[in-house]
């Protein structure tokens, strides 16, 4: 697994050579190793990547994510068969227990709400209305909370004029783009333990093919909230929003009482919920929260 997060901003060509990534621009070449790049981001729509290039990554099992003009996310690769990909993993995955599903979707739900809270409480915005709806929290979310507790969340966080709407504004825009990455570091992992990622344990839309991501995304959807919080004015949604949402995968969190970067959060949660679900794991627990730090390196390379 590689610990590089590369985002190319400018007119390029990508190439394969040597096991390295090869980066041409009018500023010259640079060279990276395949096995360094955790995901790439390819955030302009004037770059050309090869095949041969594409093909080393997905054996790697790194993400790439392609931008459309606007430079918001519109697709990444998906590998046709993981490391791990066998056929007794699909049918137990088929077969999920009906009951571990439901405790972990209302695990995920309570964890999610805990960790909005967690926003307001630094940000000494209002929870009690939060703090009530996630007393009212009931086995596999039956009553909605998370939807109710979302509405009043972002009204208390961007204020009461605010509305999630996707693309309305450049708020919303970086909200999109910042779940957009968070979804495909989650849906990174499930694919790397064997699994598939339309076969979720809460949504279920057939036009769907990240349902499972969807799922187990969930509780991470804060840190992004809370990184834009000091970004809620913005008018355009720019490069340096973008850069730092990326970096946002290197925020240092704490994860069941470990402190680690957000990345590797996601990587150690989304395995434990699949060993929960696959009945290798007893008892799941999900715990976060903001370490206060936020390192200036995060991006390792920007092109």
Same mark, same amino acid.
């Given at each position: ?17 040597? @096991?390295?990534?090869?980066? *041409? $621009? ?59 990909? *066998? ?60 939807? $109710? ?37 989650? @849906? ?5 333990? =064997?699994?598939?990622?339309? /076969? ?12 499972? =991501?969807?799922?187990? /995304? ?41 402190? /680690? ?5 996601? @990587? ?15 008892? /799941? ?19």
């Amino acid at each position: 697994m590689g610990w590089r997060d590369v985002v190319i901003t400018q007119h390029s060509k990508l190439s394969y050579s040597s @096991n390295m990534m090869v980066v *041409h $621009t009018k500023d010259g070449v640079s060279q990276i190793p395949v096995s360094d790049i955790n995901m790439l981001v390819v955030l302009t729509t004037q770059a050309v990547i090869t095949s041969a290039l594409i093909a080393e990554l997905a054996k790697k099992q790194t993400k790439v994510i392609f931008v459309d003009e606007k430079q918001e996310p519109i697709c990444e690769t998906e590998n046709y068969y993981s490391t791990n990909c *066998h056929p007794e993993k699909l049918i137990k995955q088929f077969n999920w227990d009906e009951d571990r599903k439901q405790i972990l979707w209302t695990k995920i739900v309570a964890a999610k709400i805990q960790n909005q809270m967690n926003v307001l409480r630094i940000y000494g915005l209002p929870r009690d209305e939060i703090e009530k709806d996630f007393l009212e929290l009931e086995l596999n979310d039956a009553s909605n909370r998370e939807a $109710t507790t979302a509405r009043k969340y972002f009204t208390e966080l961007f204020g009461k004029d605010f509305k999630r709407r996707e693309g309305s504004n450049a708020l919303n825009a970086a909200l999109n783009y910042g779940y957009s990455i968070l979804l495909s570091a989650v @849906n990174r992992k499930i694919t790397m333990d =064997g699994n598939r990622t339309y /076969m979720g344990v809460h949504h279920s839309s057939e036009h769907n093919p990240f349902n499972l =991501g969807s799922d187990l /995304m969930e509780p991470f959807r804060p840190f992004v909230d809370y990184w834009l919080y000091d970004h809620k004015n913005i008018k355009e949604f720019t490069s340096d929003i973008k850069y730092g949402l990326v970096e946002l995968l290197s925020l240092r969190i704490i994860y069941n009482g470990d402190r /680690m970067i957000l990345g590797n959060a996601i @990587n150690q949660y989304v395995h434990d919920c699949l060993r929960y679900l696959d009945g290798n794991l007893f008892e /799941m627990n999900i715990e976060l929260g903001v370490d206060y730090e936020v390192p200036n390196d995060a991006i390792d390379d920007n092109v």
